[in-house]
């Protein structure tokens, strides 16, 4: 890199409603690392959570960073070492950063790495800088060039699809099978689009919003659920009468999930992927008594690939899944919108050349 350490815009979290824009150094790619120059940009339900509430869950940042994990972008400087991506490809960046040498890594679930450094992330300390910059550095093999055609914007929503890939891997499989999703927000309707896409013979969508039950039903759910109705569990049984074979929960809410306990058939799958808070009671006896095999799904593992693939056969189209993009130099607008908007999916900003 040159030697005038050069600088860059980025939006720095100071704690809860504090973002602020400011000029930071623009960081170096080190040894197996690339510089790359973010194009696009999501916000995700953690980002939301950080600038709520100054942390995520009983992630507490030490010191101010970068917020942001779901990006894409062109490379533009290469660290020692490093040969590919070419300068100027076009990429997504997975933003694990796992050991690459612990058991769980060697064994291919790096999503289980203890030593994990996620992107935009106060799991560790100091916290991780993400990609709301005009830069990051990432480890080459981290990115993915994106296919002529495939727009940036697709590219940054690979990281929550490849959660949603993820949880219908962790289910064993779908094809054939009916399956309901509780929770229609932006990694539910992925579960969806993924479900559907490999075969589900009907997947239902749950949730209170009218805005996530429409969007469901226009985009391949056979049916849906309003939780709160007191006529839910008939419903239900007309969907799928003896309960679903396959259920997501992935609204993140104690009531959810005990819906998706009573819903699941005797032998059924229930795949844990909205994060549920502390406590949350399991009904431990309805698991016991119909043999339900209750699995979690974290992150995901080496499908950023697959979701490529999925996207460029058409077998998935992200373009309904964002809502609206934002210019860069907008994103705390873009925040507040994304935290405060009932009828929003995933909001992203975008960073032309
Ligand atoms: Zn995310
Ligand atoms: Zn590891």
Redesign the pocket.
Known sequence: MTSNNPTMTAFVLHGAKDIRKEVVLRPAPGPGEVLVAVRAA?I????LHYFAHGKCGNFVPTQPFILG??FAGEIVAHGEGVQSPAIGTRVAVDPSRACGRCKQCRQGRYNLCPKMVYFGSASVTPPSNGCYAEYVTAPAQNCWPLPAGFEYAWGALL??MS?AMHAVQRSGGVGGKSVLITGGGTIGQMILLVAVAFGASKVIVSDIKPFARDFAEKYGAAGTLDPTSKTMSDDAAEFSPGGFEVVFEAAGVAAALDQAIRLSAPGATVVQVGTLPDGTAIPANALLSRELQYVGSWRFANVFERVIEMVVSGRIDPRPLITKIHPFENLSEAIVEAGSGENVLKMQIANPA
């Open positions: 999501g995700c339900g953690s980002d994990h779901e990281e929550p959660v």
